[in-house]
């Protein structure tokens, strides 16, 4: 008889294959992913929420890498020195997944995930 199961029933190692990062998932938001998988099941309706979450805490470490290289400010077309654009970028991404994970997790639960991940998110 043929038994049909879903990815839930599959176990790699000590892992379930849902708790695994999406392929494509690096970096920042691969940390993420498995920090709050580390707090406890997502449930399926939060899946892409997280998702979600993980790519802009991926977008907000990429931004602070590239003003970090760059330096704070630029000089805009005029001349005139102005704020790097990439941290716009990085503060809007980083507000974003703050509210994510509140949605996802709760207020309480989100502040700690969010302080395991601090240093990628929030710098």
Request: glycine share 8%; net charge neutral.
């Amino acid at each position: 008889r043929l038994h049909i199961f879903d990815r839930s029933e599959l176990k790699t190692g000590a892992k379930m294959l849902n708790e695994l990062p999406p392929v494509g998932l690096a970096g920042a938001g691969r940390r993420l992913w498995l920090a709050v998988w580390e707090s406890g099941p997502v449930p399926l309706q939060h899946r892409e929420i997280l998702l979600l979450a993980c790519k802009q805490a991926a977008r907000a470490a990429e931004s602070r890498e590239t003003h970090g290289q760059s330096g704070l400010t630029q000089v805009d077309r005029f001349g005139v020195d102005g704020p790097h654009w990439a941290i716009d970028v990085e503060r809007k991404a980083s507000a974003t997944v703050a509210q994510l994970l509140k949605q996802i997790l709760g207020a309480s639960e989100a502040s700690k995930v969010k302080s395991q991940v601090e240093e990628d998110l929030f710098g």
